[in-house]
C-alpha cells in the first residue's frame, strides 16, 4: 500500500496539482525513478511539437526541491508532443531508447516518468494515463522480466484534480 501511495504522489508531483495562473498553455515535466537515476548518466530526452522544440539532459534533473524531476517546461497549446529518448551508461553504451507521442492540448501539464521496473508500474499507479514499455541491454537487468517503462499521466493546469 506504501508502495502505491509512494508512485501515486510522485506521479501527481509532476502532473501540476496546485500550479495556478498559466491562462491556457500547456506544460511538460519529467521524472526518473526506481534504479534509472543510477544508471542514467547519459539519458537525453528530445522533446519536440509544432515549432517547439528542447533537449533535456540530466543537468535538467539536478533540482534540489525535487530530486530526479525536470521543472515544467511550456509547450504549444496543441498538436502532438513527440519525447525521444536513449539512455547510455557513463561509457556511452546503450542501456534502452524508444519514443512515444502525447496530443498537447491547452491547459493541461503532462508528467512523463522514466521507470526501471519488472513489473508494468501502471498497475499500483493512481492517475497513470497511459506507459509503454522498452527493452534494457541485457548487462544493465536485475532480473530478465526488467524493462524501461514510460509512464504518463496528466492534469489541468489551471483546475487540477486532486486525488
Known amino acids: 500500500m ?22 491556457g ?8 525513478q526506481g534504479d534509472l537515476p543510477s544508471a542514467a548518466y547519459g539519458t537525453t530526452i528530445h522533446v519536440q511539437a509544432p515549432g517547439w522544440r528542447r533537449t533535456i539532459t540530466k543537468a535538467d534533473f ?8 525536470t521543472p515544467a517546461f511550456d509547450t504549444p497549446a496543441a498538436g502532438p508532443l513527440r519525447v525521444d529518448f536513449v539512455v547510455e551508461d557513463s561509457a556511452r553504451r546503450p542501456v534502452s531508447s524508444g ?14 516518468e522514466f521507470w526501471v521496473a519488472s513489473e508494468n508500474p501502471t498497475r499500483t499507479c493512481f492517475g497513470c494515463a497511459g506507459y509503454r ?9 536485475r532480473t530478465p522480466a526488467d ?17
Not at 508512485?7 to 496539482?17: E, F, Q, Y
Not at 498553455?25 to 526518473?32: N, P, W
Not at 514499455?133 to 537487468?141: G, L, Q, S, V, W
Open 133 to 141: 514499455a522498452f527493452p534494457i541491454a541485457e548487462a544493465y537487468r
Open 2 to 23: 506504501r508502495r502505491r501511495l509512494l508512485r501515486a504522489v510522485a506521479l501527481l508531483g509532476t502532473t501540476g496539482c496546485g500550479v495556478l495562473g498559466h491562462d
Open 147 to 163: 524493462s524501461l517503462y514510460v509512464v504518463w499521466g496528466g492534469n489541468s493546469i489551471e483546475n487540477p484534480v486532486v486525488f
Open 25 to 32: 498553455k500547456a506544460q511538460v515535466t519529467f521524472g526518473l
Open 99 to 112: 519514443a512515444v507521442e502525447l496530443a498537447l492540448r491547452s491547459d493541461w501539464i503532462w508528467g512523463i
Open 62 to 69: 539536478a533540482r534540489p526541491d525535487a530530486p530526479n524531476h
